[in-house]
């Protein structure tokens, strides 16, 4: 008799890489490179093998979202131009970090903002950065059983 069970991963990923890719491969689209095990923005001298689509791509193109950021309330109606504005440049620092981390899309919903994004630890920044600057009240969800956060931001006048 076995004691040790079957273990299961705690997150599922359809998108995580399961594998190492090797070193060289480049996606056509974003032309990012994947180099000691992540993927980076290339630099002078890279040169490509192999294409490979990443993740970020994959996720932006099948429109499935890795975390979403629901922006609400009253206040949104009087400061939209600025909360759009403070996601977008959270968007672009993390994104030149990391090309994994984009913005599939930002769209509005019955008076709300719905931010879906390519990365979950982006929707977190973005949470996190309206906090700060706006206060309001932030709820963070974690999903079950898959790699993905939705966080709720709302703040009334």
Request: hydrophobic fraction near 30%.
């Amino acid at each position: 008799m076995r004691l040790d069970r079957n273990i299961q991963p705690k997150t599922v990923d359809p998108y995580g890489k399961g594998k190492k890719y090797s070193e060289g491969m480049y996606c056509p689209e974003c032309q990012a490179f994947y180099q000691q095990g992540r993927w980076k923005w290339p630099r002078e001298g890279d040169t490509p093998r192999e294409p490979r689509v990443c993740s970020a791509c994959r996720r932006a193109k099948d429109r499935f979202p890795a975390g979403e950021v629901l922006v609400s309330g009253t206040y949104l109606n009087a400061h939209r131009a600025e909360i759009v504005g403070l996601i977008f440049n959270v968007v672009r620092e993390e994104n030149n970090r990391s090309p994994l981390k984009r913005l599939i899309d930002l769209s509005a919903e019955n008076g709300a903002l719905r931010v879906s994004l390519t990365d979950n630890h982006l929707a977190r920044h973005i949470g996190d950065a309206l906090y700060k600057a706006y206060r309001g009240e932030l709820a963070v969800r974690y999903s079950d059983g898959e790699k993905f956060v939705r966080l709720y931001w709302h703040r009334d006048a």
